[in-house]
């Protein structure tokens, strides 16, 4: 009798903590911007979640080079091809939703605190400056991953 609870108690314990290893992993994947310009990669780096470009609807300018990071305010990034950067960094998972990351746009050149929360299988990705309160939400839609 006291082997098959303590069995028990143990098989409940052991699934909880999968249970909360997983949580957050819904993040993973592929993802279509609002604005159907861009592919992101969300992937794990340790304990954290970062996103890079992996797909651009327009890759290069009409010269037929690859499309830079020319507004970077770093002069030395500025020569770095948009496909591949890092847009998402450092995002932890807490009370159902992935925060105290960072979101750069590139297409101002522009760092933003930023909060992502998972809703009906899309993301409600939120930029602000300060508060929560100050910025714009973008809803990114789960695609095919990009090889």
Request: hydrophobic share 35%.
């Amino acid at each position: 009798m006291i082997k098959s609870v303590l069995l028990s108690v143990i098989t409940v314990i052991t699934f909880n903590i999968h249970a909360q290893t997983l949580k957050g992993e819904e993040l993973l994947g592929t993802w279509l911007v609002g604005n159907s310009k861009a592919k992101i990669k969300i992937y794990k780096n340790g304990s954290k979640f970062n996103g890079k470009i992996v797909w651009l609807k327009e890759p290069t300018y009409s010269d037929g080079t690859a499309k830079i990071d020319k507004n970077n305010p770093d002069a030395a990034k500025q020569k770095q091809p948009l496909l591949g950067l890092d847009l998402l960094k450092d995002f932890v998972f807490e009370d159902n939703h992935w925060d105290n990351g960072t979101i750069y746009d590139p297409e101002n050149g522009k760092t933003y605190k930023c909060k992502i929360t998972y809703r009906d299988g899309k993301l409600d990705v939120r930029g602000y400056i300060g508060f929560t309160l100050i910025g714009r939400t973008d809803v990114w839609f789960r695609c095919s991953d990009v090889k």
